[in-house]
């Protein structure tokens, strides 16, 4: 088992938890105006029940440097009070070359990210620099939650046997994951392609947006979702857990709507015979 | 025709030129430590012979907090040395809805970009809250100038006619460009791409990489690439030009290598009856 997988193994385990909250400070939404004060408050209140947390970059870029410097206390609080989380940069970052060299360097490098999410549409050059050490962790995306993913993910295309291209992309990356740091981005709403994508890549973590707001099917998307043995998919909930109360309780409802989620998830483990083992 | 179109006619107009400048400041081979003087100088000695700048993002990100000041004040030392020129944020930014939106706010609005480049593995969604605004440009990645932008790009796909991805993504691009500011990122080392897709976007402006030291055919891009009355292509070269000399004379050098490279492209079309009036 790669340092990566068990990195996220041992996440889950901490905190019995598959659950990944979104860290995405919209000062449109939140009840409080300063972005670290609210997600301190979030990730203080549901530290004990996520594995993982996954700050959306376009959000603390939206707010210039003010909102890179909250990202920068948000990094170091989760590390503070929530030690065992792994911190996802949800960057979406693809380019090549020494680009994508100098993009490795910002993620892992001056941000500190345990992982991020990367655009393989550069192929191997736009991949390889992100996975060269064994301690950074990507999800590539592969199969997203939105409608218009479809327009390029799932044409078939020829070659061999005719696939989907979302196919194609967990294909290559399985090939590209010589040192087990390489997992998929799949959304909850498409539980089909999920499963599709599981098959394919039986032992590589998969990062599962959608489930919450954007309204993907909970039970379908753990099932399809896990691997043999329950694990390693981070399901994740950014407004649903955040945004779960727009009022001075903001931080209260975020750690009951995450225990919430991790628990509907938890029971459709031990439905399965794949719960936590008893601490 | 539409403002963002216009807005790259004049900037080509008024310099001659259809050089873009890539800005990728590397601390390991700049010959000055600083970024922003670095840049200062490249474009004070580069602005009378370049149409558009590109910094790109990846190596600002790469040196933190004070690399996106730098990134701030090359901004603006543009905007005031050479007015002509549009700022193209080579960002290829991609994500959908709310995040995308939020990229969009970042790139336009905070950073003040004219263009960015946008990767659109996302579809429909992860392009569109680009747009949205007329004033606001984008170049989708559509086939790069690396050789593993084939893995994906280059796959032929099967719905009504098969069609390589590439050619797919430039058709959806040019459906989706209602406002007339969108254009296309297809490099220069491929001119049998190159010309395919200026066939079927004849109207769309090309951002073209891979001159220089990426080692593309200066005379096959320029022809595969201009629009039918020899304009809408930015040749972009960055290693080339910022750093021909890696000693004291570094502007100067520049300076004369994008001359050089103006003079090169603009030969090509006085050959083929495109070149500048005469002013």
Redesign the interface.
Known sequence: MSAFTERILRASRSSRSLVCVGL?P?PAVMPVEDVFQFNREIVSATADVACAYKP?L??Y?????DG??ALDRTIAHIRDAAEHAVIIG?A?????????R??S??MF??WGFDAITV????????VVPFIENPDHGVFV?CR??????????D?????GS?LP?YQ??AI?CSEWNIQGNVGLVVGATVPEQLAAVRELCPEMPLLIPGVGAQGGDLEGAVRAGVDSAGRLALVNSSRGIIYASREADFATAAGRAAQQLRDAINARLEEDGLGWPSS
């Not at 870029?61 to 440097?65: D, K, N």
């Not at 979406?92 to 994508?100: E, F, L, T, V, Y």
């Not at 655009?119 to 736009?126: E, I, R, T």
């Open positions: 995405d919209d959306n376009a959000f870029e939206a707010l210039g440097h890179l410097k949800d979406k970052r693809g380019d090549i070359g020494p680009s994508a100098a993009y360097k910002a490098e001056v655009n393989a549409w550069g192929g191997a050059d736009s995306w997203g939650s939105n409608p218009g993913s479809g327009d390029f993910q044409l078939e295309t020829i070659g005719a291209l194609r992309m290559a």
